[in-house]
């Protein structure tokens, strides 16, 4: 079973914001969440305060717990999450996007909805046992969680950065091999 659209966005805007405590951190400003909210096009209610930005970041450890979870451990996480933002999944269309599912309502704190958000697209991910999807960098000085929707699920990297400073690395130490 495919992973959803609307999941596989849910996992993206989760994955950026469980790497966005990591160093370099990211979404250090309230633009810079303005940014992430439009990127990850949410609709909905966005406050644009440092209160909301601090929010949205103190998610990160716990997505990171849930995303990284053993497979048979993410159904209780799921769950929890889903009664403490009182999840009641409905189809909803927007202007640029086909019918998906929201599990809180629009006017839900930002926080609350990517919580809700995150714990539905898991769903998909236990359903459809596509956890080998996720994982740690394969970068020895990086805790970045990547998220490979490739078809053949060959991506070991959180970031471009990674994947460059180890292609690097293995380039020279071929160098180094042949001299």
Known sequence: MPIAPDAAAALRSAVELVNAVEPPATLATV?????????????????GTEDERDRVLRLA?????LLLADRDDV?????????????V???????HEDWHLHAVDDAAPLADRIVAETAMAMVDVVRGD???RLAVCAD???????LDLSR????RYC?????????QAAHRARAVGRA
Request: one cysteine or more; aromatic letters at 4%.
């Open 31 to 47: 633009a810079d969440l303005d940014d992430f909210f439009r990127r990850h096009g949410y609709t909905g209610r966005h406050d």
């Open 61 to 65: 450890p716990r997505l990171r717990a």
């Open 75 to 87: 159904a209780p996480l799921v769950n929890t999450m889903l009664a403490e933002v009182g999840a």
């Open 89 to 95: 999944p409905r189809l909803v269309r927007h202007e």
């Open 130 to 132: 596509e956890h080998s």
């Open 140 to 146: 020895h000085d990086c805790a970045g969680v990547v």
């Open 152 to 155: 053949n699920r060959s991506r």
């Open 159 to 167: 970031s471009t950065a990674c994947t460059n400073r180890n292609a």
